[in-house]
């Protein structure tokens, strides 16, 4: 299979790109696996998060927020993709239509089953504030689907624009908010403005402006210096994730702090691309990252159900299981969740043998047309 995944990659494809979605992917996974508890009590299920009981872990909230380098990615290839269709003669409209076209019926299948699972555990009996947080924690991800369909509809404006003009919106918001004691709605701006900052650089790498290393290496310098300024004196918080029950959360809606170690992310993700292409010239190892990226949405959209999946199973042994029920309030827990993780993979493996086919039958009627 390597071999003829090999073959047929095109000769002037980037390997690389590709590989910062899949770990881009990874990072989502694994975050969400890692730092997402569901916490069996009184008969009720409510989500909790280790970073909340062991703020000691924030480091590795560092390593799994990789929403930047989603939008750094997504930037590049979809100006890189509206400058190829209107070369062929594709408008604007259809071009539009194919992409949301790829984006939004998946997202059709997960919203429809668990609308039913949420009307058959409330018709079951189930707790109200159960199936309230089941189906938050499946479909709140969904948040980033939107914000990148808004950003994809609005490329012909956004692709020219410099990273620093959102950025300094997001400066504003945060200002406004944290500053002057504005209003916390006015934070809800960062969720265009935060993301259109990484989205605007990966525009700019697909017109090769903002790429060279010495642009890269400010990105991950000035970025880092200005992430650990924030946390370290302006008071934000030092997880990039959002922790229940903190007065302020870097990512609802995003500020300053994440964007700024967002920046980082991607002069650091520039700086990689070589390293990544050599590597990648492997064909085991460009095949396993072919795949992913086939199976990038399925992956997105039905990993919150696996572990719900295996969460509810473990019930049946009829206590609370270490890692899995019980609250992360102890190191002990980390390790315990770990050893989860590939019974998580098993489960997220059946959700893409049930719901892939779909994905990819809709890929084959698009080509088709």
Same mark, same amino acid.
């Given at each position: ?135 938050? %924690?499946?479909?709140? $991800? &969904?948040?980033? !689907? +939107?914000?990148?369909? @808004?950003?994809? /509809?609005?490329?012909? =404006? ?112 520039? %700086?990689?691309?070589? $390293? &990544?292409?050599? !590597? +990648?010239?492997?064909? @085991?190892?460009? /095949?396993?990252?072919? =795949? ?78």
């Amino acid at each position: 299979m390597a071999r003829r995944v090999e073959t047929t990659t095109p000769p002037g494809r980037d390997r690389a790109v590709d590989a910062l979605r899949a770990l881009a992917i990874g990072g989502v996974v694994l975050g969400h696996w890692l730092v997402t508890a569901l916490v069996v009590d009184s008969g009720n299920v409510r989500v909790a998060s280790p970073l909340r009981d062991m703020p000691y872990l924030a480091p590795v909230s560092w390593v799994l927020q990789t929403m930047a380098l989603f939008f750094l990615v997504g930037g590049q290839m979809t100006a890189q993709g509206l400058a190829s269709a209107r070369a062929r003669g594709v408008g604007y409209g259809r071009w539009l239509r194919a992409r949301l076209a790829r984006l939004l019926r998946p997202v059709v299948a997960v919203v429809l089953l668990w609308g039913v699972v949420a009307v058959l555990m409330l018709a079951l009996g189930a707790d109200l504030t159960t199936v309230n947080a089941l189906v938050k %924690l499946v479909w709140s $991800p &969904l948040w980033f !689907l +939107l914000v990148y369909v @808004a950003l994809t /509809a609005v490329t012909p =404006l956004v692709a020219g624009l410099h990273p620093v003009w959102p950025l300094a919106v997001v400066a504003v918001a945060d200002w406004a908010r944290f500053g002057w004691g504005g209003p916390e709605w006015v934070g809800w701006v960062n969720l265009a403005a935060g993301w259109l900052v990484p989205y605007c650089l990966g525009a700019a790498w697909a017109r090769d402006r903002l790429c060279g290393r010495r642009t890269a290496w400010a990105l991950l310098a000035g970025g880092a210096a200005a992430a650990a300024a924030l946390v370290l004196w302006a008071g934000y918080p030092a997880s990039m994730v959002g922790v229940p029950g903190a007065p302020i959360s870097n990512q609802a809606p995003p500020t300053l702090a994440v964007v700024a170690f967002g920046l980082a992310q991607c002069g650091a993700a520039r %700086l990689a691309l070589a $390293p &990544l292409r050599r !590597l +990648l010239a492997r064909p @085991a190892i460009w /095949a396993g990252v072919v =795949l992913a990226n086939l199976s990038a949405m399925t992956i997105f959209l039905w990993h919150q159900t696996a572990m719900i999946a295996v969460t509810a199973l473990g019930l049946l042994a009829g206590r609370p299981l270490p890692g899995l029920h019980s609250a992360p309030s102890a190191v002990t827990w980390v390790f315990a969740r770990v050893g989860w993780l590939p019974v998580f993979a098993l489960a997220l493996f059946a959700c893409w043998g049930a719901f892939h086919g779909y994905e990819r039958g809709h890929r084959q009627e698009t080509r088709a047309r």
